[in-house]
């Protein structure tokens, strides 16, 4: 049987698991530019050698790195520095990933609101017949994201309905939202993950409301939430404004 007790414990050890993530050495917090490229080879601080494009492919030298849309791969660069290759919306672009960065240096964890159990809430599901492509803005200019919508979940906070368009990730699913925290106490928006449904229900902890990489570093690409999800009420649980 599932506890208030038992559902804090583990939101703890989920909280101490995601700020370590965020102390590794290239991840999110390394970051310290995104450089696109164009047909005119270039160098960059950090990265060895010179990189162009023409659109099917991002090459240095004889190298040629052919990705799928929203796919990145990592190369090596200078004093410990890593070269995050990545497409997105057909870009080409080099994302350094640098150990040193002062931000890693300083990182204290990521500030949240307190758990709290009225926001483990257990949703109905409404799958959709057939899995449909869902196409939302990104957190920098120019991008978009294709995400595969998979249904609806539904619920109520203090008598007031709300819904929330889910999109597939993995085996997991995922909930892109806005409400009406947002730009005060939290990021512009969040996410949150959560298992697949099951029976036409879905449980949404939204103490495990997550800043995206966009709002932990300004070179994130991260997609927006899915037309209509924005919650009508302040949620105060999860992950509050990093910057």
């Known amino acids: 049987m599932t506890t208030v007790g038992s559902l804090e414990t583990e939101w703890a050890a ?10 590794d050495p290239h991840g999110w917090l390394s970051i310290s530019a995104l450089h696109w ?3 005119t080879p270039r160098s960059f601080p950090g990265v060895p050698g010179e990189w162009s494009t023409d659109g099917t492919a991002a090459r240095t030298g004889d190298t040629e790195y052919t990705l799928a849309e929203a796919g990145s791969t990592l190369v090596d660069g200078e004093d410990g520095v890593k070269v995050e290759v990545v497409l997105r919306t057909g870009r080409y672009g080099l994302r ?3 150990p040193r960065h002062p931000d890693l240096a300083t990182f204290a964890g990521v500030p949240t609101f307190d758990f709290d159990p009225r926001w483990v809430v257990d949703a109905g599901f409404e799958a959709y017949p057939e899995p449909r492509t869902v ?4 957190a ?7 995400l595969t ?3 609806v979940a ?3 906070v203090d008598g007031q309905p709300q819904r929330l368009v889910l999109t597939q990730l993995g085996d997991r699913v995922q909930a892109l939202f806005h409400d009406t925290t947002n730009g005060d106490t939290t990021s512009a928006w969040r996410t949150l993950f959560a298992d697949a449904p099951a029976d036409g229900r879905v449980r949404l902890d939204f103490n495990r409301a997550l ?3 966009s709002h932990l570093t300004p070179y994130g690409t991260c997609p927006k939430p899915p037309e209509g999800n924005v919650l009508t009420v302040a949620v105060e649980a999860g992950e509050r404004r990093f910057r």
Not at 135 to 138: I, L, N, Q, R, Y
């Open 37 to 39: 490229l164009d047909a």
């Open 211 to 213: 800043n995206l990489p």
């Open 14 to 23: 989920f909280r101490a698991e995601r700020d370590n993530g965020l102390r």
């Open 96 to 98: 350094v990933r640098d």
């Open 154 to 156: 539904t619920f109520e």
């Open 140 to 146: 920098r200019d120019g991008l978009e994201h294709h």
């Open 149 to 151: 919508a998979v249904g």
């Open 135 to 138: 196409v939302v803005g990104a």
